[in-house]
T-cell receptor, first 113, second 115 residues
Framework: LAKTTQPISMDSYEGQEVNITCSHNNIATNDYITWYQQFPSQGPRFIIQ???TKVTNEVASLFIPADRKSSTLSLPRVSLSDTAVYYC??????????????FGKGTKLSVIP | NAGVTQTPKFRVLKTGQSMTLLCAQDMNHEYMYWYRQDPGMGLRLIHYSVGEGTTAKGEVPDGYNVSRLKKQNFLLGLESAAPSQTSVYFC??????????????FGPGTRLTVL
């Protein structure tokens, strides 16, 4: 399983765009990049997943360069409710389910009024 | 549609006591998982199940047993609780989509303290 490295914590003011970068130097050809969000006292929640280039949904965007050794989660115009821990995961696609999720310590994002 | 539910939400045990945590999902998911999360740490996989009647060990299985007698339920048992098992336990489930890796849906967690 590819190891991921992401900042332990980040601070941002409300209304700003936040970019959280994750490095995964030994990502394999069949691996997908997935991000989860966890609010205090709750279970993690899936945010976004991608394989290459750019993926956007109603919550975030995910940028993946051509070499796929890193990825950046972008949260536009954050609010106080975006304060959470964000986990970057590299998930192997095996066609048989994603039970091999490995959660690191994540990035604790604190949004300041 | 309740998603993934966990029972109980909180529990305090004495060392050596046993208990069972119940996870239930109403999304007809094939796969179910049990994780533990310690303060300041990410989640670690304890056991998982890829279908009714099947279970497998995850990263930290020692001291835990599981059963998946019904598709919608996944039970986590502690036969003889130890203080090292003080943690927050999360259950999750996912549906095999086939072409992409499957999103896991998590329950609200059970906070367990072993004295």
């Amino acid at each position: 399983l590819a190891k991921t490295t992401q900042p332990i914590s980040m601070d941002s003011y409300e209304g700003q765009e936040v970019n959280i970068t994750c490095s995964h130097n030994n990502i394999a050809t069949n691996d997908y990049i997935t991000w989860y969000q966890q609010f205090p006292s709750q279970g993690p929640r899936f945010i976004i997943q991608g394989y290459k280039t750019k993926v956007t949904n109603e919550v975030a965007s995910l940028f993946i360069p051509a070499d796929r050794k890193s990825s950046t989660l972008s949260l536009p115009r954050v609010s106080l409710s975006d304060t959470a821990v964000y986990y970057c995961l590299v998930v192997p696609y095996s066609g048989a389910g994603s039970y091999q999720l490995t959660f690191g310590k994540g990035t604790k994002l604190s949004v300041i009024p | 549609n309740a998603g993934v539910t966990q029972t109980p939400k909180f529990r305090v045990l004495k060392t050596g006591q046993s208990m069972t945590l119940l996870c239930a999902q109403d999304m007809n998911h094939e796969y179910m998982y049990w994780y533990r999360q310690d303060p300041g740490m990410g989640l670690r996989l304890i056991h998982y199940s890829v279908g009714e009647g099947t279970t497998a060990k995850g990263e930290v299985p020692d001291g835990y047993n599981v059963s998946r007698l019904k598709k919608q339920n996944f039970l986590l048992g502690l036969e003889s609780a130890a203080p090292s098992q003080t943690s927050v336990y999360f259950c999750a489930s996912s549906y095999r989509q086939g072409r992409i890796t499957d999103t896991q849906y998590f329950g609200p967690g059970t906070r367990l303290t072993v004295l």
